[in-house]
């Protein structure tokens, strides 16, 4: 069984950082493909990062690209969102998630959810 447990969450002023970490349980995290993706009140959720199982190859959503970096490391079973210069409309819940066949951006098709952490920005 795969278990994720997002943190980090919080509010924050626009301009401001914050750093989204996800740990996952299960001794085959490094086989796994991670994304984050993120659900605002009233929205469908949508695709934010998602990494390789290697981390070799990343992809971010336009919305986020050059303020949003996705890391990883597997020696600590943990997934990273770092971001910054955050926005209004950057808040939702960030939910991570992973899958062990599939690298994109289709929420669909990963297999495993974290209960998601709240990321509020102020202005």
């Known amino acids: 069984q795969v278990q994720l447990v997002e943190s980090g969450g919080g509010l924050v002023q626009a301009g401001g950082s914050l750093r989204l970490s996800c740990a996952v349980s299960?001794?085959?995290?490094?086989?796994?493909?991670m994304g984050w993706f993120r659900q605002a009140p009233g929205k469908e959720r949508e695709f934010v990062a998602a990494?390789?199982?290697?981390?070799?190859?990343?992809s971010v959503a336009d919305s986020v690209k050059g303020r949003f970096t996705i890391s990883r490391d597997n020696a600590k079973n943990t997934v990273y969102l770092q971001m910054s210069s955050l926005k209004l409309e950057d808040t939702a819940v960030y939910y991570c998630?992973?899958?062990?066949?599939?690298?994109?951006?289709?929420?669909?098709?990963?297999?495993?959810w974290g209960q998601g952490t709240q990321v509020t920005v102020s202005s």
């Open positions: 990494v390789r199982w290697s981390g070799a190859s990343t």
């Open positions: 299960g001794r085959t995290f490094s086989s796994y493909a």
């Open positions: 998630a992973a899958s062990n066949n599939y690298y994109g951006n289709v929420g669909s098709a990963f297999a495993y």
